[in-house]
């Protein structure tokens, strides 16, 4: 983040952080019951390691953010190798909350391979080329003695504007997996009446949105804000990320001992039955996963529904492995 020239800008940006560092204190405090349920009373796995660097790594950059805006007075040097730390833990920061929400939607999709292509198409063309601008726009820093020595933070002269690029493809990025997302929730949503499922969804696009208009932000302010604040949103960016994903995590791995629903496909015209094929299984305490038979289907025009007993094994079995994956 750019030093400000002038008081109102290091108001401007201090007030920023301190509003970033308060969010993610006060979330972290609403959800921490949750939290404690249903991430530290089980066994570590996969998705709870993604889980805590996603909810610990953003105090780290957060406060060292803070205090080198607010508080700190450095030199060009010192401020150089510390904003060169403080970025990559905001671009990796982003980057593992951004990959929670694309295994999130390959597990909605029961990781079909036609989306699984698009979203690692979608990926490797935005974290890689993310990584490589992040060190051009690093390199390119310039920090200068400040006219102010008793003012915190650190003067930036220059900054290449390469850094729109990456904002261009987190854009393009989180459009892909929005769009994924609303596409399975109109398929799904019209076959369960699952309140879970209905705020799965709604909360997934919701986030979708908060994220996408913070990441235009963050392409404009630097084509119209003055210099000193061209990144003044990027903390802003990075701890969204964070309390949004973590949210998604909780919401999904708090049913990991509850009750799930799922969804019956559309059958022809000339067919009076149609059968439920399984979208979510419950979880038992252990690690053996338990099919709660509860499925929704769409029923015929005189009423008639096929029982879940019709489903084959082999298309539990199917769904059993995608919802491990939404379940992390």
């Keep these: 983040m750019s030093s400000p020239d002038s ?17 993610l204190v006060y979330d972290h405090l609403c959800t921490l019951d ?4 249903h991430v530290w009373s089980h066994p570590l796995s996969g998705g709870a390691l993604l889980f805590f660097l996603n909810r610990y790594l953003p105090y780290v950059d957060t406060f060292m953010s803070l205090n080198l805006s607010v508080f700190s007075i450095n030199g060009p040097e010192s401020c150089m190798r510390q904003y060169t730390v403080l970025t990559w833990f905001i671009v990796v920061g982003i980057i593992i909350s951004e990959s929670i929400l694309v ?26 080329p993310a990584l490589v601008i992040t060190h051009l726009e690093l390199k390119s820093l310039k920090y200068v003695e400040s006219p102010h020595p008793d003012q915190p933070g650190c003067k930036l002269q220059y900054a290449s504007p390469i ?3 990456a904002y261009v493809l987190l854009v393009a990025s989180e459009t892909t997996v929005a769009v994924l997302t609303g596409i399975q929730a109109y398929r799904s949503l019209r076959y369960s009446s699952s309140p879970w499922v209905k705020q799965m969804y709604k909360d997934g696009l919701l986030f979708y949105a908060y ?13 119209f804000a003055p210099r000193p604040l061209a990144n003044w949103l990027a903390t802003p960016q990075r701890v969204l990320h964070s309390v949004l994903c973590s949210r998604v995590l909780l919401q999904i791995l708090r ?12 059958a022809r015209a000339d067919r009076a039955d149609r059968v439920g094929i399984p979208m979510f299984t419950s ?17 015929s025009d005189d009423g008639h529904v096929t029982p879940s007993s019709a489903l084959s094994n082999g298309t539990t079995s199917r769904t059993t492995r995608s919802i491990s994956l939404l379940s992390l």
Excluded at 115 to 120: E, K, N
Excluded at 211 to 223: E, G, R, T
Excluded at 255 to 266: D, E, H, I, M, N
């Design 7 to 23: 008081w109102e800008e290091l108001r401007l940006v201090s007030s920023t952080l301190v509003a970033c560092a308060t969010l």
């Design 34 to 37: 949750l939290e404690v349920a």
């Design 103 to 128: 295994l999130r939607t390959y597990a909605l999709w029961e990781r079909r391979k036609l989306i699984t292509r698009i979203l690692c198409c979608s990926s490797l063309l935005t974290f890689v």
């Design 163 to 165: 850094i729109l690029i």
């Design 211 to 223: 994220l996408l208009a913070l990441s235009l932000a963050n392409m404009l302010v630097p084509i």
């Design 255 to 266: 049913q990991r001992s509850g009750f799930l629903t799922a969804r019956a496909p559309v």
């Design 283 to 299: 979880f038992s305490e252990g690690d053996e996963e338990v099919d709660t038979h509860i499925t929704i289907v769409c029923p």
